[in-house]
């Protein structure tokens, strides 16, 4: 396949989403929030009050869930229809994502959904699986990490500004256990494609990081 791909990978707060789609942008490509869809099964399977550890009834829900996504500046989502766009940031939703994106058989049925969206010209895809499971064959791949310490303090202050409750210890904890979890995990587990880019944006401006991902792809 020629249509171009470049893949954002890396743990939670690093600037994976703020990246992709400003570089997404500036390349007149398509986007993809891969865990959004993780986001977004989590959602759907807390409100059906399905047990977590229900594989099974886990995977039959991501086969049958219809997801529709709408990017401008920001990303709008519906599932089956309705829009839970102000639902997916919480960390509450991040963390019962990780804990059903650990089974095989859910992430086996949500593969061809991510694949569908390379399109011409192009697609940014942002997640932790895209470089190395996903789109393997990817001519540019980035992995995106900061410190634990910064990582907390960023989305401890982009809870914040979206009104959403939340404490600077708790959020730090709650991102490194699920890294935790999402780099120990045995099915596609976080960690950098052999061929990645490896970008620690630590004391990086959010410009500095889209600049140096950009240049990648010229
Ligand atoms: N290099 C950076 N310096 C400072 N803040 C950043 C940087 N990159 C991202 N941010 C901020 O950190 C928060 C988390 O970024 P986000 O893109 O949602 O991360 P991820 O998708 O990797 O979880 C956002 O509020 C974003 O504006
Ligand atoms: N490609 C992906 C994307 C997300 N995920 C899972 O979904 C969770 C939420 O992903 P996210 O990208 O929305 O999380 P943040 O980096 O925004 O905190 C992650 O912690 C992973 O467990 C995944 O397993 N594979």
Redesign the pocket.
Known sequence: MNIPVLTID?P????????SRAVAKKLGWHYLDSGSIYRSLAISALDKQIDLQDIAKITLLAEKMHLAFECDDVLIVSLDGVNITHRLATEETGAAASTIAAYPEVRAVLLQKQKDFRRFPGLVA?GRDMGTVVFADAPYKVFLTASALERGK??F??LKEKGIDANLDKITHEIELRDRRDRERKAAPLIPAVDAFYLD?SD???DE?INQVIILTE
Not at 12 to 19: H, I, Q, R
């Open positions: 890396g939670s707060g690093a600037g994976k989403g703020t990246v942002d960023r989305r202050k982009q944006s990086l401006s959010i990081v």
